[in-house]
């Protein structure tokens, strides 16, 4: 009877997690700030690792009309967003997706994202022979104020962050 006791608790540990995996896909991470009144775009923070090259090559939501990858640059001293197709994820290397580089926006936020709400996501993974499979993800809510994690912060404890 033990057993099946250690089993469950095991069992309800890894359903409570902040890492989704699905397949060869895991995701970690995942977290959006609040926003204000009436903000109809949000950014989402997240990384992903795939034991297998692949690419992002898209996702929704059903907290938003859309959710479009984008990337940020800097170009001639101004930073550009832009739209971009796809995301490669080399084999076994995580891939961070934060405000400085890819990252993905909720746009058309169908209600404001208040501090404790989680966020669905599908991320939209294309691997070999060119099949598509959906990754679910959640994203945390996090204060409207709270700092974007510093990127030689371990990713580990990002969602260990306190209010």
């Known amino acids: 009877m033990k057993t099946i006791g250690k089993l469950c608790g095991v069992l ?94 909720l746009i058309g936020l169908k209600n404001p994202l208040k501090l404790g709400d989680s966020v669905a996501l599908a991320l939209n993974i294309k691997g070999a022979g060119k099949t598509i499979s959906k990754v679910e993800a959640t994203a945390e809510v996090k204060s409207l104020t709270e700092a974007a994690p510093q990127a030689n912060e371990p990713m580990g404890h990002m969602h260990h962050m306190h209010h």
Request: charge should be negative; proline fraction near 3%; glycine fraction near 10%.
């Open 12 to 105: 309800g540990a890894l359903l409570l997690s902040s890492s989704v995996y699905a397949g060869d896909i895991k995701v970690e991470g995942a977290w959006a700030r609040a926003t204000a009144p009436g903000q109809e775009v949000a950014m989402v923070d997240l990384s992903i690792t795939s034991s297998q090259q692949a690419q992002l090559v898209g996702a929704s939501s059903p907290a938003c009309k859309t959710v479009e990858i984008h990337s940020m640059t800097h170009d001639n001293g101004m930073m550009q967003m832009r739209e971009v197709q796809s995301v490669e994820l080399p084999a076994g290397k995580r891939v961070n997706l934060s405000s400085g580089g890819y990252h993905l926006m």
